[in-house]
């Protein structure tokens, strides 16, 4: 932020301020949200529900009831340039009254949970939602405070008398009645407690020049629908969202380019035979003098590099060579050479796997990620160097922002 030496005079003409109110009043507002839809999406299809439910205001009291014993008070921005960015100030915090409430975790129970490298959206009931990790939901930092959804607040009742609910709080109930640390959300508490893009970050409208942290930014009033995505999973199974590509051949060594082999399968029993860890598999061979048996599967992929966290990479199979080594070698592109991440020396079926999570944008390529398997020893001209794919996947393990 750029620092100030004096205080900056935040006033709006007179005429502005009257065309503000005119459209607040103009503007519908929002009515309560009196149920929740819980859905769990499939890792290879984000459009396609492994599991969803939706709870009415009784199935939630039901669930827990978990009351504040106090009055939650969430930090805003402070805009003021004369302080850290992180610093607390009295004035800066809002007043949120107290709260009774649902855990989101017993909610999430609901449809099987959450997993680590899940990220769990919560949803308005206009679109509007918040981000958040496993993490946040299972096992929140002392400074978090449990994730919270809200359906009763102490100045206007239950929803939807309270209009404002459903709505996301972090609070931990305290012991005893009254403001204290399990009920104060600071930006500072946002900072220690989630990752840094979850923090949510808002500008300063009076000036070009800072961005402040906001915890209260992260509270979803009237939430409607709370969307589980588990990492991303792309494979050559026919239920996903997902594209890929199957390439086989012959190579000399490790190539030195990214589209070789060349060789695309393009049937579809083949492309079904390394859809699923079945026991089906489809067969690459090389009888050429000092040539090995390759496949090399291509997966495109949607997420933004800077979004992503983890590339994970597995093939099972086999490599065989009876005259040479059996195993097979298992490689990633990286943009400029590929990299060896697992290998095998066995003639029996094998699981290799291997990640990366750093560098993440060397890894994808005009969107693409590339993946090379090699048998592990050329063919002699008499015995063949056979590879032999059952199965290959790419997990993109990844985050939205909320800033």
Known sequence: MKPHAFSKARMMPAACCLVIALMLLAAPAMAATTEITVTKYCDNNYSAAADSETLDLAALQALSSVYSNGPVYMQGGTFDYNLSTWAYTEDSMTYFGGHNGTYVSNITDRVGGMSV???????????????????????????QGDMILAWWDSDSGVVPTWTKGLRLFFYTPAGTYGMSDSLNFTNADMRDSMASWYWRMVTDKYSPYGTFPSAKGLTVQT?????????HRYDFNTTGDTTEWAYEGEVSGVPNDATTP??????????????????????????????????????????????????NVTWIGTGTN????????????????????QSSTGSTEVMLTGEKTSSISNY????????????????????????????????????HSNS
């Open 117 to 143: 490298g899940d990220e769990i959206k919560v949803a308005a009931s206009d679109g509007y939602g918040m981000y958040f990790n496993y993490t946040n939901v299972y096992a929140p930092a002392a400074c």
């Open 223 to 231: 939430v409607s629908d709370l969307e589980i995505y588990p990492p």
């Open 262 to 311: 060349s060789t695309q399968i393009t049937n579809t029993i083949d492309l079904t035979k390394i859809a699923d860890d079945d026991g089906t598999s489809y067969s690459t061979s090389s009888n050429t003098d000092s040539y090995y048996a390759a496949q090399r599967f291509v997966f495109n992929v949607t997420e933004s590099a800077a979004n992503i966290e983890k590339l």
């Open 322 to 341: 009876a005259g040479g080594t059996n195993g097979a070698d298992l490689y990633i592109w990286n943009g400029s050479s590929y990299e060896l991440l």
């Open 364 to 399: 994808i390529n005009d969107g693409n990620v590339t993946v090379l398997v090699k048998q592990k020893s050329a063919s002699d001209g008499f015995d063949a160097s056979v590879l032999v794919t059952d199965y290959v996947k790419l997990v993109v393990t990844h985050h």
